[in-house]
């Protein structure tokens, strides 16, 4: 689904490229509601374990192979806003490193598959939730849904910017029954990787998943014929909360996927690239600004063992990705801390200069 500079015309590439950054500084406001101390160290390996994943292109139809899009799985373990940001750095680094989405196309690409994947996905898994039986089988299950439907999603989207700005005359229903037929199957790959990867988090600890909380009923005993509330439990020590495993069941499996496993990915184009060459919407295609770059084609330059080129740059664009990725949340993370703080403590039925009054005289009494 990355899209190429010359498929979509100036003009629309611009406006797209707005609407992206738009989006994204919206994302920035609101992960600061969602980053905690738990996950915002765990944001920037799940936009490293997507960048890994999505090098292992998987085979959908004769002569054609899809990837993780990423959008679900980062909406529904870290948040919506956070899930945008993480996709984004993604595609990010991709664009400038890899030579993989063209860079006037950025704005096209953040929008296609960090926007519309994370907002269509993260709204369908919370209707479900709200009509499913409250267990964790029902958060698998809604994620599985979710996941397959926001890739169509964003293969629809990618038709309209086409249909607004595309730089060939190819007609419009082709395009548009080529791309959601086979992101159709390329969503059944994404479903099961997403569900997967959720249902193994939620199993150890489903306090990690943005999408779970909230959502267990609470224990019900039966006292004297009624059911009533059980007591609430202790709080859990801080070392039992400690996401120091998690974190690193995260960086060990991305470095696998992307510097072992990523060797051994389908080389038939994807989906977007299939679909563009067999219509013809490739012809205005324009040379990539890095693929000069030594990393470009996901294979470091001058490295003759080519297993060897593919693992390197894959373990290359885990490390940068989660350098990249941790650096932003951290910040994020750390302008809720100075906002928290600069926000006065409310004293119950008082105005807020009888609030500042009230603190300075419990100061003064301490």
Same mark, same amino acid.
């Given at each position: 689904?990355?899209v190429?500079?010359g498929f ?5 590439s611009?406006?797209a490229?707005?609407?992206a950054?738009?989006a994204i ?7 600061r509601r969602e980053?905690d101390?738990?996950?915002?160290p765990l ?19 004769a002569?054609?192979s899809g990837?993780?899009l ?6 529904i373990?870290?948040?919506p ?11 990010l ?7 993989d ?5 950025l704005?096209?690409?953040i929008?296609?598959? &960090?926007?519309?994947t994370?907002?269509? *996905?993260?709204?369908v898994?919370r #209707? $479900?939730v %709200? @009509? ?8 698998t299950?809604a ?5 397959l439907?926001s890739v169509?999603s964003a293969?629809l989207a ?5 249909a607004?700005?595309?730089t060939?005359?190819v ?6 029954t080529?791309m ?10 994404e479903?099961?990787i997403?569900?997967?990867?959720v249902?193994?988090v939620i ?5 990690l998943?943005h999408?779970a909380?909230?959502?267990h ?6 006292v004297g ?13 801080a070392a039992?909360?400690s996401t ?8 060990v499996?991305?470095?696998?996927? &992307? ?5 051994y *990915?389908?080389a038939?184009p994807? #989906? $977007?690239? %299939? @679909?563009?060459?067999d219509k013809?919407?490739?012809?205005q ?13 996901y294979s470091?330059k001058?490295?003759?063992n080519d297993?060897?080129a593919t693992?390197?740059?894959g373990?290359?664009?885990v490390?940068?990705?989660v ?7 951290w910040?994020v993370?750390?302008?809720r801390?100075?906002?928290d703080?600069a ?9 807020q200069?009888?609030?500042?009054h ?9």
């Amino acid at each position: 689904m990355h899209v190429p500079d010359g498929f979509i015309n100036a003009p629309v590439s611009a406006i797209a490229g707005v609407g992206a950054a738009t989006a994204i500084a919206v994302s920035l406001r609101g992960a600061r509601r969602e980053l905690d101390e738990k996950t915002a160290p765990l944001a920037g390996l799940v936009a490293a374990f997507i960048f890994a994943v999505q090098m292992l292109n998987f085979p959908v139809a004769a002569g054609t192979s899809g990837h993780l899009l990423g959008g679900a799985l980062a909406a529904i373990l870290v948040g919506p806003y956070t899930g945008v940001l993480c996709v984004s750095v993604v595609l990010l680094m991709q664009g400038i490193l890899f030579a993989d989405g063209g860079l006037t196309a950025l704005g096209v690409n953040i929008t296609d598959m &960090a926007i519309v994947t994370t907002v269509v *996905a993260y709204t369908v898994f919370r #209707g $479900l939730v %709200k @009509v499913l039986p409250r267990r964790r089988s029902s958060i698998t299950a809604a994620t599985f849904v979710a996941a397959l439907l926001s890739v169509p999603s964003a293969a629809l989207a990618f038709t309209a910017i086409y249909a607004a700005g595309g730089t060939t005359d190819v007609p419009l229903g082709k395009v548009l029954t080529a791309m959601v037929g086979v992101h159709i199957l390329i969503g059944i790959g994404e479903a099961a990787i997403t569900a997967l990867t959720v249902g193994a988090v939620i199993a150890v600890r489903p306090d990690l998943v943005h999408g779970a909380r909230g959502l267990h009923a609470p224990l019900k005993l039966r006292v004297g014929g009624e059911l009533v509330d059980a007591p609430a439990p202790e709080p859990v020590p801080a070392a039992a909360r400690s996401t120091h495993k998690v974190r690193a069941v995260f960086v060990v499996a991305a470095l696998l996927l &992307a510097g072992f496993f990523s060797f051994y *990915a389908s080389a038939s184009p994807d #989906g $977007l690239e %299939k @679909v563009a060459h067999d219509k013809g919407i490739d012809t205005q295609e324009k040379k990539h600004a890095t693929e000069d770059s030594p990393l470009a084609g996901y294979s470091v330059k001058d490295i003759g063992n080519d297993r060897i080129a593919t693992g390197l740059a894959g373990m290359i664009g885990v490390g940068v990705t989660v350098g990249v990725g941790s650096g932003i949340f951290w910040a994020v993370r750390r302008r809720r801390g100075t906002a928290d703080e600069a926000t006065p403590t409310a004293v119950p039925g008082k105005s807020q200069p009888e609030r500042s009054h009230a603190q300075k005289s419990q100061t003064e009494k301490v």
